[in-house]
């Protein structure tokens, strides 16, 4: 058997990363993206000023720095529990399009605003500390210019979907 070529295997698990993405269309009215190396992502929040909570400073809104985590949190650990289906073969891009994928449902999120979401693009990882068959505890950290000073992070629990 020939291995499949490189470009199909990077067109796969984009198409499956956008039908996932797409599955959530909070996402897409935030404008969230997500940039992907392997199967580590980043979610990108670029800057719109309709984000914006406070104009006079000007800062992102808390529920929309809120929202960006929580997206961020519930792609990574469908990421990561897709990822080994979508390697084997076993799962689709296009049976992912046709049937949207069942995700993670959000337990309880807890947010640390650390300082103002400034007016410009953010950037969040997110790692998944523990998942099982049934609960999963994700922590996501956001930043926009410098890795090394985030504005917020999170930590969500999530119940996982059966079947």
Do not use: C
């Not at 499956?16 to 897409?28: F, S, T, W």
């Not at 935030?30 to 990108?44: N, P, Q």
């Not at 950037?123 to 985030?150: F, I, M, T």
């Amino acid at each position: 058997m020939r291995p499949e070529p490189v470009q199909a295997v990077k067109h796969r698990r984009d198409s499956a990363l956008a039908a996932l993405v797409a599955a959530i269309p909070y996402a897409g009215f935030l404008g969230i993206v997500f940039e992907r190396h392997g199967d580590e992502l980043t979610a990108v929040l670029p800057y719109d000023e309709k984000l914006i909570g406070n104009p006079f400073l000007p800062a992102l809104h808390g529920g929309v720095i809120a929202s960006f985590l929580e997206v961020a949190s519930i792609v990574e650990l469908s990421w990561s529990t897709l990822w080994p289906a979508l390697e084997s073969g076993q799962v689709t891009p296009e049976a992912m399009s046709e049937s949207l994928p069942r995700l993670p449902k959000t337990i309880d999120f807890t947010v640390d605003y650390l300082r103002t979401g400034l007016p410009r693009d953010g950037y969040a990882r997110a790692r998944v500390n523990r998942s099982g068959r049934r609960y999963a505890s994700v922590h996501v950290e956001a930043w926009q210019d410098n890795r090394a000073r985030l504005f917020a992070q999170a930590t969500g629990h999530f119940l996982m979907p059966q079947g």
